[in-house]
């Protein structure tokens, strides 16, 4: 069995063997439960969407770069990365295209992400489809007429446009700030959009932004059935109602939804200590848990082509660690990528996020960037976690873990290799040292 295979199988025993469960013990995945989680998406974006344009200067259709790397502070987004630098804008789409040029990047790693309201990455122009020669592309709208050059179709009224620059070292950001001046974007003015609920809000309240939400993004036609199934709680969205009795088992459907939302992010299945992406990460279909996961977890996920993103399965199994001993990652010399490697770092919160941990080295991730990293005689490197330095030769390779509580690793493969996509080639898992 190849790894798409095993991934795919993955999720069934996974994700969906939890409706099985469920049904074995004689009750189903409610409607109140699955609105909730097939709303989750759009609740997700909106309430990043509010978060990023409250920062100075920002605005719908326009460009915000982000002039350093992420680190501890960085809160906006689940599981960031320390690689390159992000420059972002939510577009609004309903009163025209948008313009977006991107400068020549040589072979420096880029990407621009152009993902719509449900999280699904509608197109991922970069070094790995475009190449680094640069051009201009047009952000069209659902049902708009492209008129500008190198169209590129969005699902939704509105989206998220999320850039990556790679970022060598502290010496490179100079000259990555210059490719980042090149990213220019041009679009109609728009209003700030509504103020929606959070997913901690009341059931009242979240289904009424989601109401709203899917009333301005519509649903693609794949998806009517699950808006069927949930009329009394999805379908007033179609015509624009926002206002509504809730059923009187809807809270409890909220419940259960929130279970499974917990539940589903400790079934992930781990091959020889890592968690592989399921093969449809970044382009859900009708897979609407592990949507709403990916969300919660890691939203803005890339698709597979493009980024391989590994979660080590730590003490528990499960995706977290808890020792205050030393732990130790080996890897060969040569891995099958086309792009760069980096391990990251991240503290755990209570409600299931991951974000960089302070430090003393201010040392988020390493990788085969970081200046000074180790490598054994015949060019494999072993990396060393833990939350105080091992010391001598071992702290260049050195990643630090939070002073105390749980911690997660994950690994970040760019533009991996066919033999790495198929189950080929499999990583060692971290081991205690």
């Not at 982000?66 to 972002?88: F, G, K, W």
């Not at 809730?246 to 939804?257: H, Y």
């Amino acid at each position: 069995m190849n790894r798409r295979q095993l991934l795919l199988s993955a999720g069934a025993t996974g994700l969906v063997a939890m409706a099985g469960s469920a049904s074995a013990q004689g009750f189903q995945i409610s409607p109140g439960a699955e609105a909730w989680l097939y709303a989750l998406p759009l609740i997700e974006m909106a309430t990043t969407r509010a978060r990023l344009l409250r920062a100075p200067g920002a605005a719908i259709n326009k460009l915000s770069h982000m002039r350093v790397l992420a680190d501890h502070a960085a809160r906006a987004v689940t599981t960031p990365n320390n690689d390159t630098l992000y420059s972002h804008a939510f577009l609004d789409l309903t009163q025209g295209s948008v313009i977006l040029t991107v400068p020549p990047t040589g072979a420096r790693y880029w990407s621009a992400a152009i993902m719509d309201m449900y999280t699904n990455n509608n197109a991922v122009l970069g070094l790995r489809t475009v190449g680094g020669e640069g051009g201009t592309f047009t952000l069209v709208g659902p049902g708009q007429a492209a008129t500008g050059p190198n169209p590129v179709r969005v699902a939704t009224p509105h989206a998220w446009l999320l850039v990556r620059t790679l970022v060598s070292d502290a010496s490179d950001l100079d000259a990555a700030h210059k490719v980042q001046d090149g990213f220019v974007l041009t679009g109609p003015k728009a209003p700030p959009p509504p103020t929606y609920a959070g997913r901690d809000a009341d059931a009242a309240s979240y289904f009424a932004s989601a109401r709203a939400l899917l009333a301005a993004e519509g649903h693609p036609a794949t998806d009517l059935s699950i808006i069927r199934r949930t009329s009394a709680l999805l379908q007033p969205m179609i015509t624009g109602n926002t206002t509504l009795a809730l059923p009187p088992e809807t809270e409890r459907g909220v419940d259960q939804a929130r279970m499974i939302a917990q539940f589903a992010k400790g079934r992930q299945v781990f091959t020889n200590g890592w968690a592989y992406p399921r093969a449809n990460l970044g382009d859900y279909g009708q897979d609407y848990i592990y949507r709403a996961i990916v969300a919660l977890m890691g939203l803005g996920a890339l698709p597979l082509a493009e980024a391989m993103y590994l979660k080590a399965a730590g003490d528990d199994g499960a995706g977290l660690f808890n020792g205050d001993g030393l732990y130790r990652l080996t890897l060969p010399a040569e891995l099958p990528l086309d792009g760069f490697w980096s391990l990251s770092m991240y503290e755990a919160t209570p409600d299931g996020q991951f974000f960089f941990t302070d430090n003393p080295i201010k040392r988020y991730a390493i990788g085969d960037r970081t200046p000074g990293l180790k490598r054994e005689a015949d060019g494999s490197v072993t990396l060393w976690i833990g939350r105080i330095d091992p010391g001598g030769e071992r702290s260049a390779n050195w990643l630090p873990a939070p002073k105390s509580g749980p911690f997660a690793l994950y690994l970040r493969t760019y533009l991996p290799r066919a033999e790495l996509l198929d189950g080929r080639f499999w990583f060692k898992p971290v081991e205690k040292a």
